[in-house]
């Protein structure tokens, strides 16, 4: 899979701190995913029938508007399930994200924007899974 519009470079350092910052454990495929890609717009957009408009940078990133995950997690605020973290957003304003909980740890859900219950709805037992599912456009099911 190919990014285009990443963001700079981050570090151990960085998810250390973002761990940190967040009282979470990130899954170790996840940091690797970000270590190598810090945000952007995939080559592979579609998981099942959601598309992906952006991934959202860990830190220094500005895709489509958006300023990183620590942003979204603020802007969220109260819709946002505890440990639930936002890494990607459909072009609706849903987000896609990992939850750090011990039950369902890296789970992959997508959080619906707007809707009345907003409960978070179940996508993948894994962000490998997740990020092994994705699809081209033409290619999707």
Known sequence: MKFRLTSEKINESDLKGFETQYGIKLPKSFKDFYLEHNG??????YYKDQRIAAFTSIKYGRESGRTGIIMEVHQLG??????YIPFAFDSGGWNFCINTNDIDY?????LPNGVVDNKPIFLSESFESFIGGLKA???YE
Not at 106 to 110: A, L, Q, S, T
């Open 137 to 139: 456009e033409d290619t």
């Open 106 to 110: 890296g789970h992959i859900y997508i």
């Open 78 to 83: 109260d819709l946002l399930p505890e440990g």
């Open 40 to 45: 952007g717009i995939p080559s592979l957009r």
